[in-house]
């Protein structure tokens, strides 16, 4: 068993001298005023615990100072020594552990009077289980609760400091950082192992792929060679084919040109008959028309029916003038009668005896201002009958104001009243003369009526006639024209195709004309289709945009017309409006109505847009008009709504049988055609002079819906008027009615007035009689007999003076209306004047007019005559015009079919000679590129070294010398030698123009080339082969071995590192976790004893959890503690006393794993209230004299536990009695005021008898 047997200072803090402390029972309570905390240090001391922990700085600071020491005191009077000895007595023997401080400020430690280095001296201490890092030996005060409020981290590194496994913590660092460099290394060791492993299989297969790309390539060059001799063969063969043809186009040519110079000469001489036949003609048809000019009707105003019109509103101004003479003389009378009435009151007032008295305007206001000042002085004395006086002269003045408002609205119901009546009367005139306006506009609609009829009769006639005649004529020009369409069709289509033909010849990628590439799927839709199609009917179709620059050049240096060009590569098409698709059931877009190949889309696309086939007008007008959607809408007959709304079109579909009989008439049924046309437009002509002899039904039809239309506008004007006389009425009734209703209100607003005047008279009188005294003086200055007199004067003034106001406002107003009316009448006599004039000059119209029309009747028979001998020799004119035009249409007819034969040949000869060139530019550029890629070409004569490396275009050789030779040169002088050919590849060669079968052998055979040559060029395209493929193998090999050697090295080592680490952390994991599991398996036991009490004897819970369960000295140790029936709260939401007693639970525990032999307390009790107090006690009491507790007994698996932990030996400072009355002894600590030092005492409380 140890014990703490005593302790000995010298000089230490406040204990002077040397004093021995002690003897220390298995109990010892550490009481007094001061001093305490400095045993507590000595303690700490004594057992290594540094300084800064000692409430010091330096050790010097330790050594005992008398306060009463002057600061000249000698130096051998300073004290330069302490120390602190403590005695730990076994069953055996005795330890004195000592601690001195040096006169150097040093620390010296000894074990039984010999000195020993500071790690021995903790070494031995440590045999006791006094751990100097760990401090299970004390507490300090204050330190309770901050061990109860350590965060889980801080907890951990207690927890390692006590279990002694934070002493491997640097070890474990160092050695955890060395685990993970070495197996880094070790990794990128293998990294770089299996990185040089790789790049030897891929130079093993880049050996064997060196092999296969020399074989494919000698085989490339090979097929190369092949496919360009196959190429050669069919275009020398193409050549020899376009020669032939030449040669048999130029004999053409000669027999042709004798043709076209006979048939020219015989068109100019026609032309001449021709030229003269027509002069004559155009003379004859303008003297026809200057005949008919001058017989064209002048149009006669209706005299009568203005002159009518005049004098009704001359009739209705005069009326309207004598009304508004009526009324600027009553507002004159008014005015006058107004002007006197204020003359009169202003007289009245002037010459009245109170208006002298106010004659004087300054004596005026100073009685005013002297009978304010008294006015003020009553009204703060008699303060309710003048509160009383105001509010009545305060109604007063509003009952007033709303008297004038109604008067002046009396007044305006007045005014409307008038304006009202006089609207009547305008409107019941008005009414009169719209009824006889209405009256004679029907008497003229019957005579209108009737004379539609008989014309009509007669029109019908000659309608019919003429209907008969025009279907006649149509039919009839018709048939011309579509005789002279197929005529010109068959030459125009012919040279086309023809043109066609030869594009497609020359180029690549020219696929027709757009209306060969598509066709409507029903056969209704074709003229629908046609007209979209339109200009672009013709236009060709090609793949790109080269392609047409090509075609159009070639067409410009052949002169062989014009043509449209849609390059599928460069067209815009635009977007297809879905809305358009969607838009009636009986509507589809164009594009969806024909069939065409997908590869052509975007020119049928083009060409149709959004254009929709209906099938009706009326679905066509819905989609355009009411849906409002922006589209060319096409119907099935023709008719087209463009996008702008206009309609235009509208056709038929000829039937089979006339279609095929036109195909069948000769040339000379053009001029059996013309003879009907020109009978048939004479008959014509003479209708067309009868139906003009004849008052247009047209135009008596208009003369009858203007007629309708004004009667109807008339009728609506007498409803209107009529209405507006029933409104007019009821308008005024409802004014009457407002207008007894103010009068109403006027007479009970005057009747208020007057009452409320004679309770203000009264309260006046009362307010008079009561200010009389103060009055007095006031009345005999200004010579009054009472305040009343002059306050009924100065209200007889104010009232003068309101009314001469009112009378300035209605002369002001009377003024103002009065020139209004005046305005107005003048302005109606000058309208008055005007309608006169104007009635003067429709009189004198009238006279000249008639006049005129007996001068034109005679003029008109003259005219008629000359019309009809101009039209005989119109007649006569154009039948020797019909002659010669048809003699000349025969000898035009002939020239032309010559000359285009003519013409057809020549392009023929040059398209011919173009695609001559074009096969021998061919042939240059296969060469050229043979010569440039070095493909080995066999010659029967010539080479390739002498195949130019310039371009040269056949087209920029001028001279025909020039291409003859350069033809000689590629034609016979490069003979290529075709014997190593295979038969296979010269299918087609040669046959080009013979069958369509041909074309594709010789198309399937050079796809199947170039196929091969594409397969073998990717195939070696993607081959990288390497030429130093071996010499790489070789170095591979030795870099292989070294890194593997390497790799073995650093993976053994990082294995052995791993060892070491793997030994310290099982080392320092086996001391945390026995510490650990002691203290977590204990923690609830020793907090149940300091919590339990006879009310709660369960007591608390408390309890460890680890946060890293892996390595838990990672991580931290959190503690919870739950005083008896108290739910579960954060450490820190405890009491000061709660915290206490989980922190002194907490350090039991700790101390039970590793007991030191004493225990020592300062002021832990400080937080305790007196129950905690006791139950700590007791508690230290049952520790001190327990010989074996089971607590105890669960630690002796420890290996530090020995038999000095039997029991428990506590020495606690504190203040409170319950606490150290408990005690097995005392020890006081006093001041010594004599030594001004700490003294103690001893008392052994178990001798005393309670």
């Given at each position: 068993?140890?014990q703490l047997e005593r302790?000995?200072?010298?000089?230490?803090?406040?204990y002077?001298g040397?004093?021995?402390?002690?003897?220390?029972s298995?109990?010892?309570?550490?009481?007094?005023p001061?001093?305490?905390?400095?045993?507590?240090?000595?303690?700490?001391?004594?057992?290594?615990?540094?300084?800064s922990?000692?409430?010091s700085?330096?050790?010097k600071?330790?050594i005992?100072?008398?306060p009463?020491?002057s600061?000249s005191?000698s130096?051998?009077?300073?004290?330069k020594n302490?120390?602190?000895?403590?005695?730990?007595?076994?069953?055996?023997?005795?330890?004195?552990?000592k601690?001195?401080?040096?006169?150097?400020?040093?620390?010296?430690?000894?074990?039984?009077?010999k000195?020993i280095?500071?790690?021995?001296?903790t070494?031995?201490?440590?045999?006791?289980n006094?751990?100097t890092?760990?401090?299970n030996?004390?507490?300090?005060q204050?330190?309770?609760?901050?061990?109860?409020?350590q965060?889980?981290f801080e907890?951990?590194?207690?927890v390692e400091?006590?279990?002694?496994s934070?002493?491997l913590?640097?070890q474990?660092?160092?050695?955890k950082q060395?685990?993970?460099?070495?197996?880094e290394k070790?990794?990128?060791?293998?990294?770089k192992?299996?990185?040089?492993a790789s790049?030897?299989r891929s130079?093993?297969?880049?050996?064997?792929?060196?092999?296969?790309?020399?074989?494919k390539?000698a085989?490339?060059t090979?097929?190369v060679?092949?496919?360009m001799l196959a190429k050669?063969?069919?275009i020398?063969?193409d050549?020899s084919k376009?020669?032939?043809?030449i040669?048999?186009?130029n004999?053409?040519?000669?027999?042709l040109?004798?043709?076209?110079?006979?048939?020219e000469?015989?068109?100019l001489?026609q032309?001449?008959?021709h030229?003269k036949?027509?002069?004559?003609?155009?003379?004859a048809?303008?003297?026809?028309?200057?005949?008919?000019?001058?017989?064209?009707?002048?149009?006669?105003i209706?005299t009568?029916?203005?002159?009518?019109?005049?004098?009704?509103?001359i009739?209705?101004?005069?009326?309207?003038?004598?009304?508004?003479q009526s009324?600027v003389?009553?507002?004159?009378?008014?005015?006058?009668?107004l002007?006197?009435?204020?003359?009169?009151?202003?007289d009245?007032w002037?010459?009245?005896?109170?208006a002298?008295r106010?004659?004087d305007?300054?004596?005026?206001?100073?009685?005013?201002a002297g009978?304010?000042?008294?006015?003020l002085?009553?009204?703060?004395?008699?303060?309710?009958?003048s509160?009383?006086?105001?509010?009545?002269?305060?109604n007063?003045?509003?009952l007033?104001?709303k008297?004038?408002?109604a008067?002046?609205?009396?007044?305006?119901?007045?005014?409307?009243?008038?304006e009202?009546?006089?609207?009547?009367?305008?409107?019941?005139?008005?009414l009169?003369?719209d009824?006889?306006?209405?009256n004679?506009a029907?008497?003229?609609?019957?005579?209108?009526?009737e004379?539609?009829?008989?014309?009509?009769s007669?029109?019908e006639?000659?309608?019919?006639?003429?209907?008969e005649?025009?279907e006649k004529?149509s039919?009839?020009?018709?048939?011309?024209?579509?005789?002279?369409?197929?005529?010109?069709?068959?030459?125009?289509?012919?040279?086309?195709a023809e043109?066609l033909l030869?594009?497609?010849?020359?180029?690549?990628?020219v696929?027709g004309?757009?209306?060969?590439?598509?066709?409507p799927?029903?056969?209704k839709?074709?003229?629908?289709a046609?007209?979209?199609?339109g200009?672009?009917?013709?236009?060709?179709?090609?793949e790109?945009q080269q392609?047409?620059?090509d075609?159009?050049?070639?067409l410009r240096?052949?002169?062989?017309?014009?043509?449209?060009?849609?390059?599928?590569?460069?067209?815009l098409?635009?977007?297809?409006?879905?809305?358009?698709?969607?838009?009636h059931?009986?509507?589809?877009?164009?594009?969806?109505i024909?069939e065409?190949n997908a590869?052509y889309?975007r020119a049928?696309?083009?060409?149709c847009?959004?254009?929709?086939?209906?099938?009706?007008?009326e679905?066509?007008?819905?989609?355009?008009?009411?849906q409002?959607?922006?589209?060319?809408?096409?119907?099935?007959?023709?008719?087209?709504?463009?996008?702008?709304?206009?309609?235009?079109?509208?056709s038929?579909?000829?039937?089979g049988?006339?279609?095929?009989?036109?195909?069948?008439w000769?040339?000379g049924?053009?001029?059996?055609?013309?003879?009907?046309?020109?009978?048939?437009?004479?008959?014509?002509?003479?209708?067309?002079?009868t139906?003009?002899?004849?008052?247009?039904?047209?135009?008596?039809?208009?003369?009858?819906m203007?007629?309708?239309?004004?009667?109807?506008?008339?009728?609506?004007?007498?409803?209107?008027t009529?209405r507006?006389?029933?409104?007019?009425?009821?308008?005024i009734?409802?004014?009457?009615?407002?207008?007894q209703?103010?009068?109403?209100?006027i007479?009970?607003?005057?009747?208020?007035?007057?009452?409320?005047?004679?309770?203000?008279?009264q309260?006046?009188?009362?307010?008079?009689?009561?200010?009389?005294?103060?009055?007095?003086?006031f009345?005999?200055?200004?010579m009054?007999?009472?305040?009343?007199?002059?306050e009924s004067?100065?209200?007889?003034?104010?009232?003068?003076?309101r009314?001469?106001?009112?009378f300035?406002?209605?002369?002001s107003?009377?003024?103002?209306?009065l020139?209004?009316?005046?305005?107005?009448?003048?302005?109606m006599?000058l309208?008055?004047?005007?309608?006169n004039q104007?009635?003067?000059?429709?009189?004198?119209s009238?006279?000249s007019?008639?006049?005129?029309?007996r001068?034109?009747?005679?003029?008109?028979?003259?005219?008629l005559?000359?019309?009809?001998s101009?039209?005989?020799?119109?007649?006569?004119?154009?039948?020797?015009?019909?002659?010669s035009t048809?003699?000349?249409?025969?000898?035009v007819?002939?020239?032309?079919?010559?000359?285009?034969?003519?013409?057809?040949?020549?392009?023929?000869?040059?398209?011919?000679?173009?695609?001559l060139?074009?096969?021998?530019?061919?042939?240059?550029?296969?060469?050229r590129?043979?010569?440039?890629?070095?493909?080995?070409?066999?010659?029967?004569s010539?080479?390739?070294s002498?195949?130019?490396m310039?371009?040269?275009?056949?087209s920029?050789i001028?001279?025909?010398?020039?291409k003859e030779s350069?033809?000689?040169?590629?034609?016979?002088?490069?003979?290529?030698?075709?014997?190593e050919?295979?038969?296979?590849?010269r299918?087609?060669?040669?046959?080009?123009?013979?069958?369509?079968e041909s074309e594709?052998?010789t198309?399937?055979?050079?796809k199947?080339?170039?196929?091969?040559?594409?397969?073998l060029?990717?195939e070696i395209a993607t081959?990288?082969?390497?030429?130093?493929?071996?010499?790489?193998?070789?170095?591979?090999?030795r870099r292989?071995?070294?890194?593997?050697?390497?790799?073995?090295?650093s993976?053994?080592?990082?294995?052995?590192?791993?060892?070491?680490?793997?030994?310290?952390?099982q080392?320092?994991?086996?001391?945390f976790n026995g510490?650990?599991?002691?203290?977590?398996?204990?923690?609830?036991?020793f907090y149940?004893?300091?919590?339990k009490?006879?009310?709660f004897?369960?007591g608390?819970?408390?309890?460890?959890n680890?946060?890293?369960t892996?390595?838990?000295?990672?991580?931290?140790i959190?503690?919870?503690?739950?005083?008896?029936l108290?739910r579960?709260?954060?450490?820190?939401?405890?009491?000061g006393?709660?915290?206490t007693?989980?922190a002194?639970a907490?350090?039991?525990?700790?101390?039970?794993?590793?007991?030191?032999?004493?225990?020592?307390?300062d002021?832990?009790?400080?937080?305790?209230?007196?129950a905690?107090?006791v139950?700590?006690?007791?508690?230290l009491?049952l520790?001190?004299?327990?010989?074996?507790?089971?607590?105890?007994?669960?630690?002796?698996?420890?290996?530090?536990?020995t038999?000095n932990?039997?029991?428990f030996q506590?020495?606690?400072?504190?203040?409170?009695q319950?606490?150290f009355e408990?005690?097995?002894?005392?020890?006081?600590?006093?001041r010594?005021?004599?030594e001004?030092?700490?003294n103690?005492?001893?008392?052994?409380l178990?001798?005393?008898?309670?």
């Amino acid at each position: 068993m140890v014990q703490l047997e005593r302790i000995e200072v010298e000089n230490f803090k406040s204990y002077k001298g040397k004093q021995i402390i002690g003897p220390f029972s298995p109990f010892t309570a550490i009481i007094g005023p001061n001093g305490k905390s400095n045993l507590m240090d000595a303690i700490s001391f004594v057992l290594g615990v540094q300084t800064s922990q000692l409430r010091s700085t330096q050790l010097k600071d330790l050594i005992y100072r008398p306060p009463k020491l002057s600061t000249s005191s000698s130096s051998s009077q300073i004290i330069k020594n302490a120390s602190a000895a403590l005695i730990l007595s076994t069953d055996e023997e005795q330890f004195t552990f000592k601690r001195s401080i040096t006169a150097s400020g040093g620390s010296e430690y000894s074990l039984n009077n010999k000195v020993i280095s500071f790690q021995e001296y903790t070494k031995q201490l440590a045999k006791f289980n006094i751990l100097t890092k760990a401090r299970n030996f004390l507490v300090f005060q204050g330190d309770v609760e901050t061990i109860a409020s350590q965060s889980p981290f801080e907890l951990t590194k207690l927890v390692e400091t006590m279990s002694g496994s934070g002493e491997l913590k640097y070890q474990y660092d160092q050695l955890k950082q060395q685990e993970q460099i070495a197996s880094e290394k070790s990794n990128s060791s293998f990294l770089k192992k299996r990185a040089v492993a790789s790049e030897l299989r891929s130079v093993v297969a880049q050996k064997k792929e060196l092999d296969e790309y020399n074989t494919k390539k000698a085989k490339l060059t090979s097929l190369v060679s092949e496919y360009m001799l196959a190429k050669l063969y069919k275009i020398d063969s193409d050549l020899s084919k376009t020669q032939n043809d030449i040669l048999s186009y130029n004999e053409k040519l000669i027999s042709l040109s004798d043709s076209v110079k006979s048939a020219e000469s015989s068109v100019l001489s026609q032309r001449k008959s021709h030229a003269k036949a027509f002069k004559d003609l155009s003379k004859a048809d303008r003297q026809v028309k200057l005949v008919q000019l001058s017989l064209e009707e002048k149009q006669l105003i209706s005299t009568e029916k203005k002159k009518s019109s005049v004098s009704l509103s001359i009739e209705k101004l005069s009326r309207d003038i004598s009304r508004q003479q009526s009324v600027v003389s009553t507002v004159e009378s008014e005015l006058a009668s107004l002007n006197r009435a204020k003359e009169r009151n202003q007289d009245a007032w002037e010459n009245s005896p109170e208006a002298q008295r106010f004659k004087d305007s300054a004596l005026e206001s100073e009685m005013l201002a002297g009978y304010q000042k008294i006015k003020l002085a009553i009204d703060s004395e008699g303060q309710a009958d003048s509160i009383k006086q105001r509010e009545i002269s305060e109604n007063l003045n509003a009952l007033e104001s709303k008297i004038k408002k109604a008067e002046s609205k009396k007044e305006e119901i007045l005014k409307s009243l008038k304006e009202k009546n006089e609207r009547i009367l305008s409107e019941k005139d008005q009414l009169s003369l719209d009824q006889m306006s209405l009256n004679d506009a029907v008497a003229q609609n019957n005579s209108i009526s009737e004379k539609i009829k008989s014309t009509s009769s007669q029109r019908e006639t000659l309608l019919s006639k003429e209907f008969e005649l025009n279907e006649k004529l149509s039919l009839t020009l018709k048939q011309i024209t579509q005789v002279r369409a197929l005529e010109l069709e068959s030459k125009k289509e012919k040279r086309n195709a023809e043109i066609l033909l030869v594009l497609k010849r020359l180029f690549q990628n020219v696929y027709g004309r757009v209306s060969e590439l598509c066709r409507p799927i029903q056969r209704k839709y074709e003229l629908a289709a046609s007209l979209t199609l339109g200009k672009f009917s013709d236009a060709i179709v090609v793949e790109n945009q080269q392609t047409a620059i090509d075609c159009i050049r070639y067409l410009r240096e052949q002169r062989a017309g014009t043509a449209t060009f849609l390059p599928l590569d460069n067209l815009l098409v635009p977007t297809i409006s879905e809305s358009a698709r969607k838009a009636h059931p009986n509507a589809r877009l164009v594009v969806d109505i024909l069939e065409y190949n997908a590869k052509y889309e975007r020119a049928i696309s083009f060409v149709c847009g959004s254009n929709i086939v209906c099938d009706t007008l009326e679905v066509a007008r819905d989609v355009c008009y009411t849906q409002n959607i922006q589209v060319k809408a096409i119907t099935i007959d023709g008719t087209i709504i463009h996008k702008s709304g206009n309609i235009t079109g509208g056709s038929f579909t000829e039937s089979g049988s006339v279609s095929s009989n036109l195909a069948k008439w000769e040339r000379g049924s053009v001029q059996k055609l013309l003879k009907v046309r020109d009978e048939l437009s004479l008959a014509l002509t003479e209708i067309s002079k009868t139906k003009g002899s004849l008052t247009s039904v047209e135009s008596l039809q208009t003369m009858l819906m203007e007629s309708e239309t004004n009667i109807s506008s008339l009728h609506n004007n007498v409803e209107r008027t009529k209405r507006r006389l029933a409104t007019t009425s009821a308008e005024i009734q409802d004014l009457q009615k407002q207008q007894q209703n103010l009068e109403d209100e006027i007479n009970n607003l005057e009747n208020q007035v007057e009452n409320l005047e004679l309770e203000y008279d009264q309260i006046t009188e009362k307010i008079n009689t009561a200010s009389e005294p103060l009055f007095r003086d006031f009345c005999a200055k200004f010579m009054f007999s009472s305040i009343s007199e002059f306050e009924s004067i100065r209200k007889a003034k104010n009232r003068a003076e309101r009314t001469k106001t009112e009378f300035i406002n209605q002369i002001s107003r009377l003024d103002n209306q009065l020139q209004f009316e005046k305005e107005h009448l003048e302005s109606m006599n000058l309208d008055l004047e005007r309608s006169n004039q104007l009635l003067n000059q429709t009189n004198s119209s009238m006279i000249s007019i008639q006049t005129s029309i007996r001068l034109l009747e005679n003029e008109v028979s003259e005219l008629l005559a000359k019309l009809e001998s101009a039209k005989q020799e119109f007649l006569s004119r154009q039948g020797a015009y019909h002659e010669s035009t048809a003699a000349l249409n025969k000898l035009v007819s002939e020239y032309t079919e010559a000359s285009s034969n003519l013409e057809l040949v020549n392009r023929m000869k040059s398209s011919k000679e173009t695609e001559l060139s074009k096969f021998i530019d061919n042939k240059l550029v296969i060469l050229r590129k043979c010569r440039l890629e070095s493909v080995e070409i066999p010659f029967v004569s010539g080479s390739l070294s002498q195949v130019p490396m310039s371009f040269v275009n056949m087209s920029s050789i001028s001279g025909s010398s020039e291409k003859e030779s350069y033809n000689n040169f590629v034609i016979n002088e490069l003979k290529i030698n075709y014997s190593e050919l295979p038969l296979q590849s010269r299918a087609g060669s040669g046959q080009r123009e013979e069958t369509q079968e041909s074309e594709d052998s010789t198309e399937g055979i050079e796809k199947s080339y170039e196929k091969r040559i594409a397969i073998l060029k990717t195939e070696i395209a993607t081959m990288t082969p390497s030429a130093y493929a071996r010499e790489k193998y070789d170095l591979l090999q030795r870099r292989l071995e070294e890194t593997d050697s390497e790799f073995m090295n650093s993976r053994r080592s990082a294995k052995e590192v791993y060892m070491r680490f793997s030994a310290v952390k099982q080392k320092r994991l086996e001391l945390f976790n026995g510490m650990f599991q002691h203290i977590s398996a204990n923690i609830d036991k020793f907090y149940k004893i300091l919590t339990k009490s006879p009310a709660f004897p369960i007591g608390g819970t408390a309890y460890l959890n680890l946060e890293n369960t892996e390595e838990p000295y990672l991580g931290g140790i959190k503690y919870h503690a739950m005083p008896p029936l108290k739910r579960f709260r954060d450490m820190d939401h405890l009491s000061g006393g709660e915290k206490t007693v989980a922190a002194l639970a907490l350090l039991f525990t700790l101390q039970s794993y590793i007991p030191s032999p004493f225990f020592v307390l300062d002021e832990v009790d400080a937080a305790l209230d007196l129950a905690n107090v006791v139950q700590l006690a007791n508690y230290l009491k049952l520790r001190s004299t327990q010989q074996a507790i089971s607590v105890h007994q669960a630690s002796a698996s420890a290996s530090k536990t020995t038999s000095n932990a039997d029991n428990f030996q506590f020495i606690v400072i504190s203040l409170k009695q319950k606490l150290f009355e408990r005690a097995n002894s005392l020890v006081g600590v006093y001041r010594d005021q004599n030594e001004n030092a700490s003294n103690t005492l001893n008392l052994d409380l178990t001798s005393l008898s309670v």
